[in-house]
């Protein structure tokens, strides 16, 4: 697809209406050592949560979708969760489908003669080769699109879906730290990263934070953890849970660079901060526990709790944000030993 199909399309943002949500269901005990006969319940519960507002794909292989189909009725008929809840014989390698699933674009409005909506296929390589095998989940995005009709297009780079975050108006927030590391495109400079994005993403503004302070993250400094949009002129920032907590210096800097940047009309964004959690910690490790990695559904906000004193405040701030939405806190206590939550296991499918 040239540029001048490319131009026609948009990539909305993720508080737009959704056609629903695409998920993968969890097969690696590795993503959580020790733990990992309490995943498939839990996840099951996130699973229910979103099907309280939008309809959900889970990508299930034959080996695992009648286990999968009976946690996922349960926790549903216990949330009264009303949507259908699809199983697709999809093979993957692990859970983080915001990572290696489609980025759909929709038709702009004056766009005519064109497929209503269209999806980004980037190239993956599990966060710079860390956790190999990665060829189920390369091939992910390329196989949802088949099986729902939606063409692709293939930038030849890579780039993972928790890296980058959207206002649906041109505006994209991301890290240096992240989408420069030369574990992903080496060579690649921030002028050509830029002008891919202005080209598949059709972005207009982009905003680079460091992309430091979410200790335990094994991303690389992925944006969804650490700033996101809730409105189109409104971020919201990670902040320390305490003054001189040892990130606290890393998370003012990604402050200080959301603080100066403007979009494409030339107004600065709104910034509410959002506390972490006290430390959380598996095994000896700091688990990158944040509120920022919620998810935003038809009607809904599903935020990560961690049985903190600081989840309650996480979630009010949100619904004061989000007030024509219902938000819920859904505990990811066990979810997050994999070194990520919500955001990073969903990807929207925006409604045509």
């Not at 209406?17 to 993503?31: E, F, K, M, R, Y």
């Not at 290696?100 to 409005?109: E, T, V």
């Not at 200790?215 to 305490?242: C, E, K, L, N, S």
């Not at 819920?328 to 990073?344: K, P, Q, R, T």
Request: proline share 8%; aromatic share 10%; net charge negative.
């Amino acid at each position: 697809m040239d540029d001048i199909k490319l131009s026609r399309y948009r990539w909305p943002a993720e508080w737009e209406p959704h056609t629903g949500t695409w998920l993968s269901w969890p097969v690696n005990p590795d993503t959580w050592p020790g733990t990992f006969e309490r995943i498939p319940a839990a996840f099951a519960k996130f699973v229910a949560a979103i099907a309280r507002f939008e309809p959900v794909n889970v990508l299930a292989n034959s080996r695992v979708a009648e286990s999968a189909r009976v946690l996922i009725d349960e926790a549903c008929a216990a949330s009264a969760a009303g949507f259908e809840v699809s199983l697709f014989d999809i093979e993957v390698n692990d859970a983080w489908c915001r990572d290696y699933g489609p980025i759909f674009l929709n038709a702009k409005p004056a766009a005519v003669d064109t497929v209503p909506q269209i999806a980004i296929d980037w190239d993956y390589n599990s966060w710079g080769g860390k956790y190999p095998p990665w060829d189920n989940d390369a091939a992910v995005a390329g196989t949802i699109c088949m099986a729902v009709g939606v063409p692709t297009v293939k930038p030849g780079f890579i780039l993972e879906g928790g890296a980058i975050d959207g206002n649906g108006d041109g505006m994209i927030l991301t890290t240096v730290n992240c989408l420069l590391n030369p574990n992903r495109n080496p060579g690649l400079t921030r002028h050509q990263m830029e002008a891919l994005l202005r080209k598949h993403l059709n972005a207009k503004s982009i905003v680079w934070l460091p992309g430091h302070g979410i200790i335990g993250d094994d991303t690389d400094g992925h944006i969804d953890q650490m700033a996101r949009f809730v409105d189109i002129d409104a971020v919201v920032v990670a902040a320390p849970y305490d003054a001189d907590a040892p990130e606290a210096e890393d998370l003012r800097a990604n402050r200080v660079a959301l603080s100066s940047a403007w979009d494409r009309y030339g107004n600065t964004l709104r910034i509410v901060d959002l506390p972490l959690p006290a430390p959380k910690f598996q095994d000896g490790h700091r688990l990158p526990a944040s509120y920022c990695n919620f998810y935003i559904a038809n009607g809904g906000v599903i935020v990560p709790t961690f049985g903190d004193p600081a989840d309650d405040y996480a979630c009010t701030t949100l619904q004061d944000l989000f007030p024509n939405r219902t938000v819920i806190g859904v505990d990811a206590s066990d979810l997050i030993w994999g070194l990520g939550a919500f955001h990073c296991m969903t990807q929207q499918q925006p409604a045509g």
